[in-house]
């Protein structure tokens, strides 16, 4: 049923009249009670319970939010930009890997010698770096986070208050604004023209209005007008909880980088268990005695494991977005990183990213007899939620005549006017030209002079009939209003930048065609200009008219969703930048999302990456930070396959040949510390500004493979050579270790080219480091890395350069060679 409540009072009473949080006055008035029970969804979400009368207008008092705080009923979520401490430390150290080193770590310090438990001082020193990088990311990307949070209106206490969203509490009155994403489950109490998209929920494109007593479900975003909600399911909860918690989790998800990581190390998992029973059994055969057996067992499967690869990229990647964060980037989710090294093309709206989102209003051109400049007043005075359009003309007619509005019609992306209708006064209209004057010679004539110079122009008609939803008929024109927005000074060198890395550029934007393509050719984008009529509805020629086309004008919003799914569905992997409500289907939809700082709060909730400051000038540096970390951990990456595949194929070897193992546990330390671990991580955070491609598990397979056989072809010969001289165990051993560290070395070099003077003087201290763990008699001792004669040792040298050469071809043979000439020439860009 249906009650009514008065709410109008004396001001004699001295008693307060409901505030309207909307439009900031009070009112004498009344408001409707709906006591009908909201529909529930097909996910059967818990009912809302309706709130008192009182409460609908002036909100919830102190004391009851108090009360439903302490029952717990306040809109918290799970959801989170970074991990927790508990989580980052448990995910450094309670890892597979490190389970199984510390096993191992534990069955040499009970056999001994205490050298050759030195690897577990690597697993603890990895698992720190690992934990106090993520740490300082997490302080940084919070600290931002708090920054960029998107506000919340609520009326509590008959006043309207600013909370963040994780303070809303059941029954708390939440007022919605163009541009707001729903925080919560409720009941529509108040509509003003509300519409609402919910396509992010359900995939319905099509705006849906809502009246008092409409429900309104949490993740939907405000495309029109203004109302007020009562909060009714919230936290845990609400609706859109359920479907976005994983998509707004910190992790990895649809990342390329993190799954052939993952399936790498599932190979290696399996791989490990056989292949250390074969190693089990013919140690305890070879070996003088139980314990060393047991350290060669324990040498062969610690070279198997990858231990700093999973860290590493843990590393790259928090450093990486503890780098943007400096840059004012906020990153929401951590495959974002990912996905700007592999961008090609960017999508980008005209305004408040090319231009600086500052309008005014540089002339009104009047078509009519007609006043226009009170009715101009009267209209951009009334909004209630003015856009920035209607802000300008307010600035320009700052004197209402106070006209009564009796109906009005709010702006959406997609309808591109908005109308008022006043008493005695007529229906004025203000929109798109287009839209409201379509085949007018003299409009169509002034519209197409301004665009030509990048000026925005937009109708202002009459009519004396009466506003429905619909467009009036028998529309007047009555003046032109020209806006004007000036162009970024920094847009040019960031066009600059995209062109010369080979990225694409794409303006769609809701403006006249012509005028977008003027703005766009003031940053330096030049190319066809289309409007969106003429967009095709087939993916296939919508993308061949992606590809031709620079400029899309008078583009609705699911137009921009359809051109980015058009071009990725062409194999191009694209970012988009938007800050408006009308950019949230296209954000969402692209590969990368960037929103502006000072862009809608519904834009801001859906895109991986937030410029915080609204810094158009900040794309290529995280466009070159995202490079930078993908392209250096494919690089190291490359270092520990060919590792683990050395140790693979040694531990086999020998196992079908029955020797005791060439290596001891402190051995593989040695060669892992000199030729992987620590010139890893610097090479893990140099420059670079190729732009990543697919294919991550491939190229890393074709690199590791044959470069691990022949290292371990290299170290198995150097070991049957020394036993035939008949030297001792140790000697070959450290002959062994020689081997391994010299061909790793040339591995290191390979990988590291271009050589920068930065990897020169990298491979030039490990190269000093091995040489003094071969020669200073005290750390010579602590490795047992006395060498044998020296016809050994110059055979092994024979060995290393014989395998360099062959494999210097078997890399050509295999292209990645001819890679490397224009990865040189892109890094002597970059370094000029």
Not at 108 to 130: E, K, R, T, Y
Not at 622 to 645: H, Q
Request: with cysteine; aromatic share 4%; proline share 5%.
């Amino acid at each position: 049923m249906v009650g009514r409540c008065t709410a109008e009072r004396t001001e004699g009473s001295g008693a307060k009249r409901p505030f309207d949080p909307v439009d900031g006055k009070r009112h004498r008035g009344s408001c409707q009670d709906e006591d009908q029970a909201l529909p529930k969804q097909t996910t059967e979400p818990a009912p809302i319970q309706q709130a008192s009368t009182e409460s609908r207008l002036t909100g919830l008092s102190s004391a009851e939010v108090a009360e439903r705080r302490r029952r717990g009923e306040v809109n918290t979520t799970t959801l989170s930009v970074s991990r927790t401490v508990e989580e980052i430390v448990r995910a450094n150290v309670l890892t597979r890997f490190n389970l199984l080193v510390g096993s191992l770590v534990v069955v040499v310090l009970v056999i001994g010698p205490i050298q050759d438990a030195v690897f577990g001082l690597v697993m603890v020193i990895n698992s720190a770096v690992g934990i106090i990088q993520e740490l300082r990311a997490k302080h940084a990307l919070d600290e931002l986070a708090l920054l960029s949070a998107t506000q919340v209106s609520v009326v509590r206490d008959g006043s309207p208050q600013e909370i963040e969203p994780c303070d809303v509490v059941i029954d708390d009155v939440v007022v919605l604004r163009r541009g707001d994403q729903v925080p919560v489950d409720g009941e529509v109490i108040r509509s003003d023209g509300l519409e609402l998209d919910e396509s992010l929920l359900t995939g319905e494109s099509e705006p849906r209005a809502k009246t008092a007593g409409d429900e309104c479900l949490s993740g939907s975003v405000v495309l029109a007008g203004t109302g007020m909600v009562r909060a009714g399911r919230v936290g845990e909860e609400a609706y859109a909880a359920t479907i976005t918690r994983e998509a707004r989790a910190f992790d990895l998800v649809g990342s390329e980088l993190q799954a052939g990581t993952d399936l790498i190390l599932r190979w290696v998992g399996l791989a490990i268990v056989p292949t250390a029973v074969i190693l089990v059994w013919s140690q305890l055969g070879a070996a003088e005695s139980l314990a060393d057996a047991a350290r060669g067992a324990v040498a062969g499967t610690i070279g198997m494991v990858p231990q700093g690869l999973v860290l590493l990229i843990s590393v790259a990647l928090a450093v990486g977005v503890a780098r943007l964060a400096r840059m004012r980037v906020l990153t929401q989710e951590l495959a974002a990183v990912e996905g700007l090294a592999r961008v090609d093309v960017v999508c980008l709206d005209k305004t408040g990213t090319i231009t600086e989102g500052r309008l005014t209003v540089t002339d009104v051109i009047a078509l009519t007899a007609r006043d226009v400049g009170p009715a101009l007043a009267a209209v951009a005075s009334g909004e209630r939620d003015p856009n920035a359009t209607m802000r300008s003309l307010a600035v320009a007619y700052p004197d209402p005549p106070g006209w009564k509005r009796v109906a009005s019609v709010p702006f959406r992306s997609d309808r591109r006017w908005s109308a008022a209708e006043f008493s005695g006064e007529g229906t004025w209209v203000l929109g798109a030209p287009e839209e409201l004057a379509a085949g007018e010679p003299e409009v169509e004539s002034l519209v197409e002079r301004y665009a030509r110079v990048g000026r925005r122009a937009l109708l202002l008609t009459f009519t004396e009939a009466h506003l429905d939803t619909a467009l009036p008929d028998r529309l007047e024109p009555a003046a032109l209003v020209v806006i004007g927005d000036g162009v970024r000074e920094d847009a040019s060198d960031t066009v600059a930048y995209f062109t010369e890395q080979g990225v694409a550029l794409k303006v769609i934007s809701g403006d006249h065609p012509t005028t977008v393509a003027a703005v766009a050719s003031q940053a330096g984008i030049e190319g066809r200009a289309v409007f969106g009529d003429e967009l095709p509805d087939d993916l296939d020629e919508l993308g061949d008219m992606a590809e031709d086309a620079v400029v899309f004008g008078r583009v609705a919003p699911e137009q921009k969703r359809a051109i980015i799914r058009a071009l990725q569905h062409r194999g191009h992997v694209v970012a988009m930048i938007g800050d408006g409500v009308n950019d949230v289907l296209a954000l969402k939809a692209a590969d990368v999302g960037v929103a502006m700082g000072s862009g809608s709060g519904a834009a801001r909730t859906v895109a991986p990456l937030i410029l915080v400051d609204g810094r158009f000038a900040a794309m290529p540096h995280i466009v070159a930070e995202g490079r930078r970390v993908i392209g250096n951990i494919e690089r190291v990456a490359s270092l520990y396959v060919t590792k683990t595949v050395y140790a693979f194929l040694l531990a086999w070897a020998v196992g079908i040949a029955g020797w005791a193992f060439p290596l001891l546990p402190r051995h593989y330390t040695v060669i892992g510390v000199a030729t992987i671990g620590v010139p890893s991580f610097w090479l893990a955070l140099e420059p670079t500004s190729r732009r990543a491609a697919s294919g991550f598990v491939i190229r890393v397979l074709r690199f590791g493979l044959p470069v691990g056989a022949l290292t371990a072809l290299a170290g198995f010969l150097v070991f049957w050579i020394a036993r035939a001289e008949d030297v001792t165990l140790d000697e070959a051993r450290a002959v062994t270790t020689l081997t391994l560290v010299a061909v790793g070395l040339g591995v290191l070099v390979t990988v590291a080219r271009p050589l920068t003077p930065l990897r020169k003087l990298i491979v030039v201290i490990m190269v000093l480091g091995a040489a003094t763990a071969f020669t200073v008699p005290g750390l010579r001792d602590f490795y047992a890395l006395t060498l044998p004669r020296p016809v050994v040792v110059l055979a092994a040298c024979g060995i290393v350069a014989l395998t360099g050469a062959v494999m210097y071809a078997a890399l050509r043979a295999s292209g990645w060679w001819r890679e490397l000439p224009s990865a040189i020439r892109e890094l002597e860009k970059l370094a000029h």
